[in-house]
Each structure stands twice: as C-alpha cells, then as structure tokens.
C-alpha cells in the first residue's frame, strides 16, 4: 500500500464547477499535511497546509480527517487555470515529505 | 517566498556521460536539501537528502555510486548523475529546507527541476 494515496483523475469538469480531490495516508504518526499545485514541466508549488479545523483560502477549502486518515480540496468555481495536477503531501518523522501520486484536473470552457 | 534555482534547466546528453546539476538555495541558508525524480505521469519520489558537510543519505533503490550528491555549502548541493543512459532521462527537482533558526518552521522550497534527456 502507498504511504499516501489519491486518485489519478483525471477529473474533467467545466468552468464554474466545483470538485473535490481526496487523499488518504497510511501513516498515523503524520504530522502536517500539505496541498501542493504542479504545472506540466514544472515544479510543485505549495496550495496550501491542512489543518485539523479545516481551513479555507479564497475558492480552496481543506479538510483533514485524522480519524480516518483522509484529506480533502475542495475548488468553487473552477477557472480555466485551474487546470494541473494536485499532489497531496505529508510530512512524517524527520520533517520528511511524503508525496502522493496526484490527481489531475482539466477544467474546460 | 524563499528561491530555489537549478542549473541547467534542461540538457540532453549522450549515453554514457556524467552530467552535473546545481541546486542553490538564493536567499537562505540551506542545512539539508533533498533530490526527487520525477517520471511523466509519477509523482516525485525522493532520491536523496543530503546534509551540508556530511555524506547523503540514499533512499532505498538508488545507486548511490551513480548518483553522486555533493553538499559543500549551505546554499550549494550538486547531484551528478554519472554514466547516464536513456532510462535515467526523467525531471530532476532539488528542494532546500531552511535553518531551524531562521524562524520558520522547517519550510520547503522547490528549484524550478532539470529535465534530463539522455540519448
């Protein structure tokens, strides 16, 4: 089993729509938890951190599960650039990043 | 937030040539850094973490002999991937973490990635 698994996607959706990627992670000792955004050819970009409250940043929303061990991203409103792959990462023991496979989405005109 | 710069961007080299990439942190000081590799369509998997002044440490699978991580300076680390061949042709991101007495708490930093191309 993956220390950190999603779903591959991808997830083709329509301006305006919203989606949700989910993620879950195999480690219970985890400790932070991490949105990150990747554009072909490029290299990841931090989206945002998840915490355990829940946490919002403009049209993004996470939400973390420790419990069940699952993470969530929510996007409102997609807009066109959107569009990239959506890795979900874990920080574990050592301040060591974990990161998953990612889920690409293509939103469309 | 903090940079990251790798150099080259991209290369394309012959099989069986070493080639070097640069990683340097431009504007904090980096005690560890960390290489990832990234195939198309695969998520980054960790290659090495290197500490500055003292060897890397390998995860498992890779040739440590083949893959050579120099990190001199706390904002220079260097990975040589040595006698390449074609299945080595991948995305090469280097990350640098700061100085736990920066304040910040253990951020991560991405270089921009060296896409390798080995023919």
């Known amino acids: 089993r993956k220390e950190v698994e999603q779903d591959p996607g991808p997830f083709n959706v329509p301006e305006g729509a919203t989606v949700a990627f989910n993620c879950t992670y195999s480690?219970?000792?985890?400790?932070?938890f991490f949105w990150y955004r990747q554009d072909c050819r490029k290299e990841p970009k931090l989206l945002m951190s998840v915490y355990s409250s829940g946490n919002e940043d403009g049209r993004f929303t996470a939400q973390l599960n420790r419990a069940s061990q699952y993470i969530s991203l929510l996007i409102r409103d997609s807009k066109l650039s959107d569009s990239a792959t959506y890795l979900c990462v874990v920080r574990g023991a050592g301040n060591m990043l974990t990161f998953g496979g990612g889920t690409r989405l293509m939103v469309k005109p | 937030g903090a940079v990251v710069s790798q150099h080259p961007s991209w290369v394309i080299c012959k099989s069986g040539t070493s080639v070097k990439i640069e990683c340097r942190s431009l504007?904090?000081?980096?005690?560890?850094m960390f290489w990832y590799r990234q195939f198309p369509k695969q998520s980054l998997m960790l290659m090495a973490t290197s500490n500055e002044g003292s060897k890397a440490t390998y995860e498992q699978g890779v040739e440590k002999d083949k893959f050579l991580i120099n990190h001199a300076s706390l904002t220079l680390s260097t990975l040589t991937v040595t006698s390449a061949h074609p299945e080595d042709s991948s995305f090469y991101i280097c990350?640098?973490?700061?100085?736990?007495?920066?304040?910040?708490?253990?951020?991560?930093?991405f270089g921009p990635g060296t896409r390798l191309t080995v023919t």
């Open positions: 504007d904090f000081q980096a005690t560890t």
């Open positions: 480690n219970s000792a985890s400790q932070s």
């Open positions: 990350s640098a973490r700061d100085d736990p007495t920066s304040g910040r708490r253990y951020e991560q930093y």
